[in-house]
Structure formats: structure tokens, C-alpha cells
């Protein structure tokens, strides 16, 4: 029998700022894959959000593309699921400008990303910057996304989203979907390597705190070895007091889909070297055949531009729809 029933809506979108890291992986990207079977989904390449820092034009182009190929590596499939890149649908942009009209500057201040970014970019606080979550909501109420699969560090981000919708949908009448985020239980936070109070990110200047998604097995290797770990030389879950091999019990497990009871079990009596040589070559099976898919896909530009082209063709009539409802519901005269 033919399954009639309507799939629910799933939007995400990753930034093209350097290589993406096993943190983005898992706490985002693998469930991407995991989730397009039973839902209707829209994956983005976020690039309008990538300037609210600034970029080198060639590296930024360059990052465009290959995060696009990524995300074609990682098992995504263009029948399946909308795979486009941000800038190539006018729509994110319209609607973010009419959403910042319906935000306040005093929740915009609150957000936490922001301060961050503020104190680390502190030479160009612009008001992209600022405005960057309303940018966000845009994305992702244009396609009238259920979920959104992301990582924990953006749960601050989609509860704006939400806030912004319903104030929207109070005004004018239901309007738009509100969203949910969809965030991993293990993976939702993987933290460095090296320091592990902080969240793994390619923009660490250590760049053995993290792990990035194209690393080659014996780089992969190396990074796991100099983990920071502790001095009690048992495997144990225990966040606040063992935070280093929580992590890599977290990675572990998310790679291998062991719980952290098993894995404490398969390595009681052992020590943190034979631990981190698990999780080492756990974590190289797990990215050798996106690492090799990508590699395909760069050989074939003009393919990844049509595909892009598709993509952003079919977003855009989608988002289009939301866009007119929106327009409509303000009072503009739609052409
Ligand atoms: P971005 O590009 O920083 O990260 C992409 C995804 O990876 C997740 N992530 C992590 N998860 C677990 N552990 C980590 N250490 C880790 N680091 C990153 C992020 O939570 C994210 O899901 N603002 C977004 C991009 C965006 C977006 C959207 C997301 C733009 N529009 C609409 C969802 C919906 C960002 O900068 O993600």
C-alpha cells in the first residue's frame, strides 16, 4: 500500500568557513544523512552568514564549493533531499530583512553568539552580526521546517526562531511553521581535544584540538593520541570530572553506536593507549568513505554546478510560496 501519509519538514544549513569539523559531522551532518529518508528535507550551505566575519574572496570561493561537495559526500541524495546553497535563493535574503522588522534589538543583544563574537571579532562588530539569527529564522521558517538537526551550541538560535514565528503567526494568523530543534543526544556537543570545556570548532588555532572531517587516517591518528585525557587511567563517563574521556566516549560511541555502559565494559582493566586507538581508527572508518567521495566529486566541477543550479532552482520555488504568504499577509502588492 502506498504510504499517503504527508512527511514533516526538515531545514539545516552549515557555514562555508574552512573544512568542517567531526563536531559539525556529529553533531549535525550525520544525522542529515540519517533523517532524509522519512522527511521532506532542505540542507543549505550557509554562505550569506559566512561575511558577518570577513573572508578572502578566492579561499571563500573555493570553501563554497567544497562545502557543497561535502555535503553530496556525507551519502546526501539530490532525488531525496534539497541540497542548495544559501546565496543562490534571493528568498533568505527578502525574508530576513522583513523578519528583522518583527525582532527586537533587546532579544537580538541577549543572544550568546554574538557576545562571543563580538569580543573575538572585535575589530568589525557589524550589524549582520547582530542581525545573523534573524537571517537563521529566515532560512529556516521559509520552508516551513518541523525540525531543524543542529548541535547544541545553536538551540539559543532556533528558540529565536520559534519566538519570531509565533510573534508573526499572532499578528497575521498561521503564517509560518514553528520549529523544532533536533539535537543528537551524543553527539550534540563534542568538545576539543585539547581543552575539553570548550566545543570542538575549526576556527581553533590549535589545530589538534580538532579533528577535521578530510584529515587523513594518520593525522586522524596523531590528534587522538595527544587527546588530553587524565590521570585516573580508567574509562568512565563522567562529564564533570573525566570531561576529556567523556568526549571521546561521546565520539566513540556516536561512531560505533555502542552506549557508554558497553564501552566502559569492553575497556575495563585497560589503559587511555589502547582506549584512544579504538576511537582513533572508529573515527577513520567512519570518515574514509566521505573523505573519498569527496575527493570524486572535486574532480567534477561542472557537475557540482549543475547540481547547485537544481538545487537552488527547486528552493526557490518552495521558499517563494512562504515569501508571497508573507508579503501578502503585510499588505504588499505581489506582482
Ligand atoms: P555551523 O556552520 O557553525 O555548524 C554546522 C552544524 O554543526 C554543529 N556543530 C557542532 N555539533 C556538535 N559539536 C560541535 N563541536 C559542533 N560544532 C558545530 C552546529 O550546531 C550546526 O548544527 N548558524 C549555523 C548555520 C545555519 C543554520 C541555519 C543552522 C544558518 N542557517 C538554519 C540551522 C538552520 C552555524 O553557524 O552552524
Known amino acids: 500500500m502506498e504510504n499517503t501519509e504527508k512527511k514533516k519538514k526538515i531545514l539545516s544549513c552549515i557555514q562555508p568557513t574552512g573544512t568542517p569539523t567531526l563536531g559539525n559531522y556529529l553533531g549535525a551532518l550525520k544525522n542529515w544523512k540519517a533523517l532524509e529518508d522519512d522527511f521532506d528535507a532542505a540542507y543549505a550551505v550557509a554562505d550569506l552568514h559566512a561575511i558577518t566575519v ?4 578566492q579561499q571563500f570561493r573555493k570553501q563554497i564549493i567544497e562545502a557543497y561537495a561535502l555535503l553530496l559526500s556525507i551519502g546526501l541524495s539530490p532525488e531525496k533531499s ?10 533568505h535574503a527578502q525574508l530576513a530583512w522583513i523578519l528583522n522588522c518583527y525582532t527586537q534589538f533587546g532579544e537580538m543583544s541577549r543572544m550568546t553568539q554574538f557576545k562571543d563574537k563580538s569580543r573575538s571579532h572585535a575589530d568589525n562588530i ?9 537571517l537563521m529564522a529566515a532560512d529556516i521558517l521559509l520552508y516551513q521546517a518541523d525540525f531543524v538537526p543542529v548541535g547544541a551550541d545553536q538551540k539559543q538560535h532556533l528558540e529565536i526562531a520559534r519566538d519570531i514565528a509565533s510573534r508573526f503567526n499572532g499578528m497575521y494568523g498561521n503564517v509560518f511553521t514553528i520549529p523544532e530543534p533536533y ?21 581553533d588555532e590549535n589545530t589538534k584540538s580538532f579533528i577535521s572531517m578530510l584529515d587523513k587516517p594518520e593525522t586522524i591518528m596523531k590528534k587522538m593520541r595527544s587527546a588530553v585525557t587524565d590521570s585516573e587511567a580508567s ?6 570530572l573525566k570531561p ?24 575495563a582493566g585497560k589503559g587511555y593507549g589502547d582506549f584512544k586507538t579504538a576511537v582513533g581508527e572508529a573515527v577513520v572508518e567512519e570518515l574514509r568513505p566521505i573523505r573519498e567521495n569527496f575527493e570524486m566529486y572535486m574532480k567534477d566541477q561542472a ?6 543550479t537544481k538545487g537552488a532552482d527547486i528552493a526557490t520555488r518552495i521558499s517563494q510560496r512562504t515569501l508571497d504568504k508573507t508579503m501578502k499577509k503585510i499588505g504588499y502588492v505581489l506582482k
Open 54 to 57: 570577513r573572508q578572502e574572496p
Open 82 to 91: 534539497i541540497v542548495f546553497v544559501q546565496s543562490h535563493v534571493p528568498t
Open 126 to 134: 557589524n550589524v549582520g552580526l547582530f542581525s545573523y539569527p534573524v
Open 183 to 203: 539535537i543528537p543526544k551524543a553527539g550534540a556537543r563534542i568538545m576539543s581535544l585539547q581543552d575539553p570545556a570548550k566545543k570542538m570548532s575549526k576556527s
Open 235 to 240: 574509562v568512565r563517563f563522567d562529564e564533570e
Open 244 to 267: 576529556g574521556v567523556s568526549n571521546l566516549m561521546n565520539i566513540y560511541s556516536c561512531c560505533t553506536g555502542l552506549d557508554h555502559e558497553q564501552i566502559e565494559k569492553d575497556f
Open 303 to 308: 557537475m557540482l554546478k549543475e547540481m547547485m
